[in-house]
């Protein structure tokens, strides 16, 4: 069972998103549903708005999208498609996001935990924040989406950069305003990289637009300048 933080932790546990309604209207309801789930739930419950802690709205430059967090044990951390150091397993889609960034950047990584991303700017935020083990997009229909709709609300005002991976990163984020750089790609899974992820070039493309809007480039690895 999914011992969930009570929700008026919540405005330290999501940081400066914490005043947005959801928490107030929708996560009760959430949390309950999560805390009666008999399977473990991933990431683990101090991490489940990690994403939005260390990456306020003023800071937030770059927005990745992604699906839902990693359903095996010791995987998701509470960052899009991140994976602490100490994991040892199968990288799977960072694995392709790895390959991506050494294609476009000749960039090389080896550290799976993207913290430094998200001290930088980048909001690694998934449609869901919970998963049972075992059991992709089983919490697609709690209502996450009422938060991701809410957070890309808040950023919409002012131009940033969205890389939209996947089909219900596309669907979320559908409705955003013209003046920012929307890249919208296949998911970088193994079973969906090869149909339109790699080749996408977006990592160069995100730090292009940065750096001609006189804003500083993201380094997305050990290597990058």
């Given at each position: 069972?999914?011992?969930?933080?009570?929700?008026?932790?919540?405005?330290?546990?999501?940081?400066?998103?914490?005043?947005?309604?959801?928490?107030?209207?929708?996560?009760?309801?959430?949390?309950?549903?999560?805390?009666?789930?008999?399977?473990?739930?991933?990431?683990?419950?101090?991490?489940?708005?990690?994403?939005?802690?260390?990456?306020?709205?003023?800071?937030?430059?770059?927005?990745?999208?992604?699906?839902?967090?990693?359903?095996?044990?010791?995987?998701?951390?509470?960052?899009?498609?991140?994976?602490?150091?100490?994991?040892?397993?199968?990288?799977?889609?960072?694995?392709?996001?790895?390959?991506?960034?050494?294609?476009?950047?000749?960039?090389?990584?080896?550290?799976?935990?993207?913290?430094?991303?998200?001290?930088?700017?980048?909001?690694?935020?998934?449609?869901?924040?919970?998963?049972?083990?075992?059991?992709?997009?089983?919490?697609?229909?709690?209502?996450?989406?009422?938060?991701?709709?809410?957070?890309?609300?808040?950023?919409?005002?002012?131009?940033?950069?969205?890389?939209?991976w996947g089909a219900p990163a596309h669907k979320a984020a559908a409705g955003?305003?013209?003046?920012?750089?929307?890249?919208?790609?296949?998911?970088?899974?193994?079973?969906?990289?090869?149909?339109?992820?790699?080749?996408?070039?977006?990592?160069?493309?995100?730090?292009?637009?940065?750096?001609?809007?006189?804003?500083?480039?993201?380094?997305?690895?050990?290597?990058?300048?």
């Open positions: 069972m999914d011992r969930s933080y009570p929700p008026d932790q919540i405005t330290t546990e999501a940081g400066a998103w914490g005043d947005l309604p959801f928490f107030a209207q929708d996560w009760p309801r959430i949390a309950a549903r999560i805390a009666s789930e008999p399977r473990p739930v991933y990431p683990p419950p101090d991490q489940r708005f990690r994403a939005l802690c260390l990456c306020p709205p003023d800071a937030c430059k770059v927005v990745i999208l992604g699906q839902d967090p990693y359903h095996t044990p010791g995987k998701a951390d509470g960052l899009a498609f991140s994976i602490p150091n100490r994991f040892g397993g199968r990288l799977d889609s960072l694995g392709n996001i790895f390959k991506e960034l050494r294609d476009d950047l000749d960039v090389f990584r080896d550290r799976t935990d993207l913290t430094d991303w998200a001290e930088q700017g980048v909001l690694l935020l998934n449609t869901a924040l919970s998963v049972p083990q075992g059991a992709p997009k089983a919490h697609g229909g709690l209502g996450w989406d009422r938060l991701v709709a809410q957070v890309l609300a808040r950023l919409d005002p002012h131009p940033r950069a969205f890389l939209l955003l305003a013209d003046h920012h750089l929307v890249i919208r790609t296949a998911h970088p899974s193994p079973l969906s990289a090869y149909r339109g992820f790699f080749g996408s070039r977006p990592f160069s493309k995100v730090n292009d637009w940065l750096a001609a809007r006189g804003q500083t480039p993201v380094r997305w690895g050990e290597n990058s300048g």
